[in-house]
């Protein structure tokens, strides 16, 4: 079983993924909704206090805005953590979306930083596309349970 | 019961700063409600690519889909609070061009803010306060003379002031740098009757506003209670007697700074607060100790003088005074020196809070420091347009106060 950090990481497609093929998916479980009611698209399922802005000066320095460095309280540990990670770029809302554009460059510059199994898809367009990352995403994990 | 205002929030970050239940919380303090906007993810793709403006930020885009229904009557609101994180570059422009897009389309109060996870319910209180006033108190802010005998009361954080007014003439006032609030209320109002010739007793309303407004409505039984924004506002409006249309009105005070965006009489879009203490009165104040001037001296003094002589940018108020330090001991004039301070002043209002406003003429400057000529002088020249100081502008909170207090007479 390998820790995979995904990212969107509110995708629950992609967790989904990740859980079914045996390894744990490191993830914000954060529904996207047709409708959103909430202040942001993934507003946070945990009670962010003040505090966590500025646990995340461990990945981002002070003045980066304090969003960001909240955010990265969450996700910092995660990365820290993974073995491996799948990133999915130009997502469509529906399937997974982190609302900070400027945390996303972070999270994804972070991940390139680190020597791990590595898959980067681009969000498919139609249905060919669609079948081809499926395929791709299965066999990245497939292959991830035998390296391990 | 009454209903609670509906404050639309269009925002990006404030929960992952950990700071949605200040602002929450601020709502709730004055009887405001906040509440996102509802829209579907259909409505993000389809507005953010109408309204134009290419942001990578899901949540900013969200924030202008919300901005959208707001304007066309998809959602219904009182009031608009638009937040973002501070030091975001990508999201002071959305901010920013959502403040002009709501204003220039719609009827919404809007205020414009940018957080950091140190903000608190109290920094945010007096904005979502004029949110709710200009929302509740449209009627009254629609007042334009005073009737009857009227009391208004501004404790401010470095001065208190009171203005008896009697059937639209100001017929008494005090005026005094506040030291223990209560203390120097009472001593502005026995000023201001005495010059009036008339008694407590004889008022028919009294209005009170700024920083001590709850404690000193308090104490003297205040019809209204009402926040600066507002008050300033009708104030300002009233005394240049630009009751009509378009109008910005600015007030350098104490301890912050206001700029509003006034139509009719009543603010549309405003800041406050300033980024430091080196843009506010009270550098100025240093100034005019330093110089060893009063502070009622220093206006003359610096229109004597050419500021551009002296690098000064009061961004900071110890920086600041340091190179007013380093002026002096270098052979710099006193008047150069007081030039440099005004013009450093209004250059830090015109570049963090003007910015934040949509300037239309007239362009009125209230407030004790509007009598810092160099200071009005300074500031028409970075906005290029003549500023209006109306008479005593030193007292418009107070003025304001008395004014908006008259609609609490009661018919006999």
Excluded at chain 2, 88 to 100: G, S, T
């Amino acid at each position: 079983m390998v820790k995979v950090f995904i990212y969107p990481a509110t995708s629950l497609i992609l967790s989904d993924m990740v859980a079914r093929f045996g390894h744990t998916p490191l993830s914000s479980a954060t529904a996207i909704r047709e409708r959103i009611q909430t202040a942001g698209l993934e507003s946070p399922p945990l009670q962010i206090t003040p505090e966590e802005p500025k646990k995340g000066l461990k990945w981002a320095a002070v003045e980066v805005p304090a969003g960001v460095r909240g955010r990265m309280s969450l996700y910092g540990p995660m990365i820290e953590a993974c073995e491996a990670a799948i990133i999915i770029n130009d997502a469509d809302l529906a399937f997974g979306c982190m609302g900070c554009a400027r945390t996303n460059e972070l999270i994804k510059f972070l991940i390139h930083q680190k020597t791990i199994p590595r898959l980067e898809l681009n969000y498919p367009k139609n249905e060919d596309e669609g079948v081809k990352f499926v395929a791709a995403i299965k066999r990245f994990l497939t292959e991830l349970r035998g390296a391990k | 019961m009454t209903q609670p205002v509906r404050i639309a929030q269009l925002s990006c970050g404030p929960e992952y700063s950990g700071i949605q239940h200040e602002i929450d919380e601020a709502a709730r303090q004055v009887g405001g409600e906040i509440f996102y906007p509802d829209v579907a993810l259909k409505d993000i793709r389809r507005d953010f690519a109408k309204f134009g403006l290419d942001v990578k930020s899901p949540d900013l885009k969200l924030a202008i889909a919300r901005a959208m229904a707001l304007v066309e009557g998809r959602v219904e609101a009182d009031a608009v609070f638009i937040a973002t994180c501070f030091r975001c570059a990508e999201a002071a422009i959305v901010r920013n061009e959502l403040r002009h897009y709501i204003n220039e389309h719609s009827r919404f109060p809007v205020v414009s803010y940018s957080f950091t996870e140190r903000t608190t319910s109290g920094t945010l209180l007096t904005r979502m306060e004029a949110l709710t006033t200009i929302a509740r108190r449209r009627a009254l802010l629609a007042r334009e003379t005073q009737n009857g005998l009227t009391l208004g009361v501004d404790s401010g954080s470095a001065t208190t002031k009171a203005i008896v007014m009697r059937d639209n003439q100001i017929i008494g006032t005090g005026w005094q740098p506040t030291t223990e609030v209560l203390k120097s209320a009472q001593e502005v109002i026995v000023h201001a009757l005495t010059e009036a010739g008339v008694t407590r007793n004889e008022i028919q309303a009294v209005g009170t506003t700024g920083y001590g407004r709850f404690l000193v409505g308090k104490e003297i039984k205040a019809d209204l209670v009402q926040e600066e924004l507002t008050v300033n506002s009708k104030g300002a409006v009233y005394l240049a007697d630009r009751q009509h249309g378009p109008a910005t009105v600015i007030d350098i005070g104490g301890m912050d700074n206001k700029a509003i965006s006034v139509m009719d009489g009543i603010p549309g879009v405003f800041t406050m607060g300033g980024i430091c203490a080196g843009a506010s009165g009270r550098f100025l104040e240093m100034t005019a100790k330093r110089l060893g001037v009063e502070i009622t001296e220093l206006g003359p003094l610096s229109m004597k003088g050419f500021g551009g002589r002296v690098p000064m940018n009061s961004y900071c108020i110890v920086f600041g005074t340091q190179s007013l330090v380093n002026a002096l001991a270098t052979g710099s004039t006193r008047e150069d020196v007081a030039a440099a301070a005004c013009h450093s002043v209004a250059e830090q209002v015109f570049e963090q809070q003007l910015q934040e406003v949509d300037i239309k003429e007239p362009v009125i400057m209230v407030g004790g420091t509007s009598l810092i000529e160099g200071l009005v002088f300074a500031m028409g020249e970075l906005l290029q347009t003549k500023i209006v100081v109306p008479p005593y502008s030193q007292y418009i909170g107070a003025v304001g106060s008395a004014l908006l207090a008259s609609g609490f007479i009661k018919d006999d």
